[in-house]
């Protein structure tokens, strides 16, 4: 990786002298918009984390909730970012992300740690999403754009975006609800240079 610095606004001593710990629009400035614009990956992150005020939003990072950072989550050892990514969770470490951390909501996991004894029971195969989050995609009410995410991919509708580059037609929608299913606590990526096979189960190709 080496500095454009043609295009660069400031020299690279200043670049040097400017550092500073991410916040949250360093982190969205890629994860917001990967899959091709904003918020259209997971329907679950958008630009609009950045600044939003709407706690209905995400009461997690909108500034008049606990305005947290993304790494007070993806909490930080020597460079590497925990999570689940498939691509880097081999060199970034196995630690998960969990809500029961001990400086967040660590009693909640227990056998006491909601008021109705049936929800405790699940507490252990549930995911705490399962119930906090009964929708996604949603608006924040303080931004212009649209925290849309996309359902719908049709590559035989192309057209040619602004930068000169081919977009299949994408369908975005709000509000959606999610699929609940069962999850074995493992995952699958493909590799570079693996052969792709059908499977024979469901005649799809992964």
């Known amino acids: ?94 630690t998960p992300v969990s809500c029961a951390t001990a400086s967040c909501h660590a009693t909640k996991t227990g056998t006491s740690g909601h008021a109705t004894a049936d929800i405790n029971k699940h507490m252990a195969r549930v995911a705490c999403q399962t119930c906090h989050i009964g929708t996604y995609a949603r608006n924040a009410f303080d931004t212009a754009a649209t925290e849309a995410t996309e359902v719908f991919r049709d590559w035989q509708q192309p057209h040619l975006g602004t930068t000169g580059t081919y977009h299949p037609l994408m369908q975005m929608q709000n509000d959606l609800k999610p699929v609940y299913t069962f999850w074995n606590g493992t995952s699958w990526g493909y590799d570079l240079f693996d052969t792709a096979t059908a499977d024979p189960a469901t005649a799809t190709t992964p």
């Open 1 to 94: 990786m080496v500095p454009d610095t043609a295009n660069m606004t400031i020299t690279m001593d200043q670049a040097v002298q400017t550092l500073h710990k991410p916040n949250r629009a360093t982190c969205l400035q890629c994860h917001a918009t990967a899959g091709g614009g904003d918020g259209v990956k997971r329907g679950d992150l958008a630009l609009a984390h950045g600044n939003t005020t709407d706690k209905a939003y995400d009461v997690h990072m909108a500034t008049t909730g606990a305005n947290l950072t993304c790494q007070g989550c993806h909490i930080p050892n020597e460079h590497q970012i925990p999570g689940r990514g498939s691509d880097l969770r081999p060199t970034e470490g196995a």
